[in-house]
């Protein structure tokens, strides 16, 4: 049997210590300090910053803290210092059988006392290791290079964090992760593996991302089928603002084909309403096509249009099995990831 992000937790809670963080803040008025501890390169690096549980706080205000591995790691850290069961081990605490030793195996579950008898390395396998293998799908197009407002990420900028923090959790579970990078071609692709090292790969493609141009998902989700040949974990991270039917047709063939299936719906707040001076010109980043408009005429159909859009999202993902998420790039990453783990489904 295998498993997504399989954590639960009660509610999440302010002002937890966590591992290796310690956090000084000015947040709602109030004054807390703190300390940001990380290694990279075999040193350990202390950040100031101004933040409290960073996986609680505004995505903005995290990101000024430092590059996206320094913040995905606290976000991550700050999320499971919530968790009564942390999803690092990825087993559980029943014993099933050995296995032998392979490249990339923590040495941790290392039996020791069958390496001096056989003088062959073997490791503990417990009840709930899984196998899987997720793959996230990473929409890189212009229109995600884009926000409402100077103090808010755009969704591009967003979407690098938490698929940081996404792929660091599912590695931490032991389920091998990879990426594509698309907008109207596949631009990347990072193959899923458990080994050492693998998130450093994922970072790298991750931070060298520049916005593209449009948006065609049916190529990079297609392409899926060919980098997991057995059921797994396949995560859209998309402003969907794309085919739909095309998308949840493809989509749909992941999820017949056995693979749990998840999508996470980026859009800034101000693409929720409609507004701007008495008369304004609209851009397609896309296509360059523009329109000249009046907002205030067209605002009460085009936020009806934006409810109906969501609503039609949502209603074909659940119907089909796949785990929709409408994310607002203001939401905490915390909260997402909350989101995320707690209405996931398990493997067949």
Aim: charged share 30%; net charge positive.
């Amino acid at each position: 049997m295998g498993r997504g992000l399989s954590v639960g937790r009660d509610r999440l809670s302010y002002g937890d210590d966590i591992t290796g963080v310690r956090i000084e803040a000015r947040v709602g008025g109030s004054r807390c300090r703190c300390r940001t501890t990380h290694r990279n390169g075999g040193h350990d690096h202390l950040t100031d910053s101004t933040s409290k549980r960073l996986d609680l706080l505004d995505p903005y205000t995290v990101a000024q803290l430092g590059g996206i591995e320094l913040v995905a790691r606290g976000v991550v850290e700050g999320f499971l210092a919530g968790l009564h069961r942390s999803p690092f081990r990825g087993f559980s605490v029943e014993f099933a059988e050995h296995r032998p030793y392979q490249p990339g195996d923590e040495l941790r579950y290392l039996d020791w006392k069958m390496l001096a008898r056989s003088d062959r390395l073997f490791v503990k396998q417990y009840e709930e290791e899984t196998n899987l293998r997720a793959m996230i799908v990473f929409d890189a197009s212009a229109s995600m290079d884009w926000s409402g407002s100077d103090d808010r990420l755009t969704k591009l900028e967003y979407a690098k964090r938490l698929v940081a923090a996404l792929s660091l959790i599912t590695l931490r579970q032991r389920d091998a992760t990879g990426l594509i990078v698309f907008d109207e071609v596949v631009r990347d692709a990072v193959r899923a593996r458990v080994r050492s090292g693998q998130w450093w790969s994922l970072l790298l493609a991750i931070e060298r991302l520049a916005p593209g141009g449009g948006t065609a998902a049916e190529p990079a989700l297609r392409m899926v089928t060919d980098l997991l040949r057995r059921r797994g974990l396949v995560i859209l991270v998309s402003d969907l603002l794309l085919d739909r039917d095309l998308a949840l047709r493809t989509l749909q063939y992941l999820r017949h084909r056995g693979h749990q299936v998840m999508v996470f719906h980026l859009m800034d707040p101000a693409e929720l309403v409609l507004e701007g001076p008495a008369e304004a010109r609209f851009r397609d980043p896309e296509t360059g096509a523009s329109v000249v408009a009046r907002p205030r005429e067209l605002r009460d159909v085009y936020e009806a249009t934006v409810r109906r859009t969501v609503s039609a999202w949502r209603a074909a993902c659940r119907g089909g099995g796949i785990d929709y998420h409408h994310v607002l790039t203001t939401m905490p990453f915390g909260y997402v990831l909350r989101r995320a783990t707690a209405r996931r489904t398990r493997l067949g």
